[in-house]
Structures are given as C-alpha cells and as structure tokens.
C-alpha cells in the first residue's frame, strides 16, 4: 500500500468526493440532456446516460456487451430520450452522456455540431477518437482540481497532474506542472509542461524519477 490519502473525482469533475462526503455534485440539465439525446439519437451506435451508481445504455448488441464488459452487467438499457424517465428508471439524474461510434470522422464532425447546440448549458469534448461526452455547463478536470486545491490549501502550483486527452487538457493547464502522456492527443500534449512515455510503458513512473519525486 501507497499510504496516499486518496479522493474521488469522477464524472471530468462533476462529482468530488472527499473521506465519504461530496464536495461538488453537479448533474446534466434536463433541458441540456433531452437536446443532446434528441441530436444523437440515430446518428451514433450508441449513448449512454452515467449516474453515480448507474448507467443506461440505448445501444445495438455490440455495445452494450462492451460496456458490460468495460463497466459490468448493472447497466439498464432503455430509451433515453425521455430525461425524468431515465432518472426514475436508473435511480438517479444523470451526471454524464456519453456517445460512442467508431466512425471517427463523423464522432469529430457530430462533436462539433452538438458543442455549437449546446453552447452554455453543456461541456462537449471526447476523451478518445470514437466518443462524445456532454458533462455539466462549467464543468471541466481543471475546475475539480481547483476544488481540489482549495479543499486541501494545497496550490495549484504545487500539483502534478498527469493526462492523455482532450478532457485532460483543462487539468494539464490547471497544475504547476502538467504531463502528457507519449500517445496522447495532440490538444493534451499542446496543454502540457512536459511529455512523458506512455500509458504502456511506465511513463508515470519515469516522469516522477525524472523530477526526482
């Protein structure tokens, strides 16, 4: 064991959590959710409405196994069209949409269109070529870590964040020292201070010798 004091931050910073108590809870507006589900509907494979305990999924097959397999079988596949619907069958309203396809241009071209649609009442970027994720208006890795450092009176510039994609990018910027990882997005290693060696080859480890941490 580390003996690291550990906090959780989920959801790109929608939810922090800190020694069982949430320090940020901040859910998708109803409105913003039912016009990104209205948008995307029929033109990804698939979306998938996140709750702090749950998820639905309105996927083909192949998904959904892919998410059972990536997250288990507690998943509820249902119509997600309907936003008080989605919240009375999953438990709880939704904290993240996530939409899938392996069509990368079109996921960049879809991205695109749903980010101008939903202009401040959402946050859309991906977090991989085949994805989109709508979180909360405000809403970013960045602002959790500044909760973060006001929660702990830790400064930003004494925070190492590490990262490898376009939702890391606001956490990268955030930090004293931000660091990407070799194969990273290119909008993550532009946010960074310094790159690292991959996610598969130790790159935390290496960069954190190389400060001499």
């Not at 991989?128 to 830790?154: H, M, Q, R, T, Y």
């Not at 955030?174 to 532009?190: L, R």
Request: net charge negative; with cysteine.
């Amino acid at each position: 064991m580390t003996g690291l004091k550990m906090m959780k931050i989920a959801f790109n910073g929608a939810l922090v959590e800190h020694k069982g108590r949430l320090i940020r809870d901040i859910r998708i507006s109803k409105k913003a959710f039912e016009k990104a589900v209205g948008f995307l509907k029929g033109k990804t494979e698939a979306i998938i409405a996140f709750t702090p305990s749950s998820y639905a999924i309105m996927a083909d097959s192949f998904w959904v196994n892919e998410q059972y397999r990536i997250l288990g079988e507690y998943g509820i596949e249902m119509d997600l069209s309907d936003h008080k619907k989605v919240c009375e069958v999953a438990g709880d309203a939704p904290c993240k949409l996530l939409a899938k396809d392996n069509d990368h241009s079109k996921i960049a071209r879809l991205k695109t269109e749903l980010g101008n649609l939903l202009e401040g009442e959402a946050e859309v970027f991906s977090s991989f070529p085949n994805n989109i994720e709508i979180i909360p208006a405000g809403i970013d890795k960045g602002s959790a870590l500044e909760a973060v450092s006001e929660l702990l009176s830790i400064p930003l510039s004494q925070m190492i964040a590490f990262g490898d994609w376009d939702n890391d990018a606001p956490m990268l910027r955030a930090a004293g020292m931000g660091i990407c990882m070799a194969n990273g997005s290119p909008y993550a290693k532009e946010s960074a201070d310094m790159i690292t060696a991959s996610n598969n080859e130790d790159g935390i480890d290496k960069a954190l010798h190389k400060l001499g941490i």
